[in-house]
C-alpha cells in the first residue's frame, strides 16, 4: 500500500498566478481533507470532500478550491495566489469523514 | 480554551530520559483526540486515536492518557532515544465536525 501520495513535492509560483495540487488517498479511503500549515503554526483546515461534494469548509477565502474524482483522488486549487499562501499543504484520507486521518508528505508551496 | 494548545513549544532531553507534554483541548462536544508524530520531511504518522474520558493507550515507550471533563492529554515518552526525535502534534474534533482542530506542535530534541 503506497499511503497517501501527494504532487508535486515543492512548487514556486508569483503572486497572482493560479496553483493545483494534487492528493491520491490511501487505497480503500473515500474521503480526503486539505490542511495548509504556515509557518510556526499548526495545520489548519481547508475543507474536505466525500462522495465528490466539499462537505465542510474551513476559514479559508473562496481563492481556495477543490475537486474530488471518482477514484477518490482530490486537487487543490489555489487562485490569484498571495506571499501569505506560501506553505506546506497537508492532504489526508480516511475510510469515512469520521475515521482516522491518514498524511501525505505535504507539498512546499512558495509565492514570490 | 477555544484552541488546541501545546506545552512546552520545544523541548531537549538527554537519550534514556522521560518526558511527556502536554495538550489542551476545548471540552465541550468533545468527539476525539489525536496524537500524532511528524518527522521532518516525512508524513505525519498517528500515534493514538482517543475518544472516552480516563483512555490510556500505549504503543511501545510511548503513552497518553485522556481527560476529557477537564479538556487535556498528556504523551508520556519513557527511555527516550535519538530516533524519537520529532514533533509532536496533538488534534481534536467535535461531534459535529469531521475537520481536525491542531495544536502548533511540541518538538522534542534527543542528544546522545
Redesign the interface.
Known sequence: DA??TQSPTHLIKTRGQQVTLRCSPKSGHD?V?W?QQAL??????IF?YYEEEE??R?NFPDRFSGHQFPNYSSELNVNALLLGDSALY?C?SSLN??N???????TRLTVL | ILN?EQSPQSLHVQEGDSTNFTCSFPSSNF?AL?W?RWET??????LF?MTLNGDEKKKGRISATLNTKEGYSYLYIKGSQPEDSATY?C?H?TGT?????????TRLQVTL
Open positions: 499511503g497517501v474521503t481533507s490542511y510556526g503554526q499548526g495545520p489548519q483546515f474536505q462537505r465542510q474551513g497537508l489526508a469523514p469520521y482516522e486521518q491518514f498524511f501525505g508528505p505535504g | 488546541v468527539y489525536h500524532y520531511a516525512k508524513s505525519p504518522e498517528a486515536v502534534l488534534a474534533n465536525a469531521s475537520k481536525l482542530t491542531f495544536g502548533t506542535g
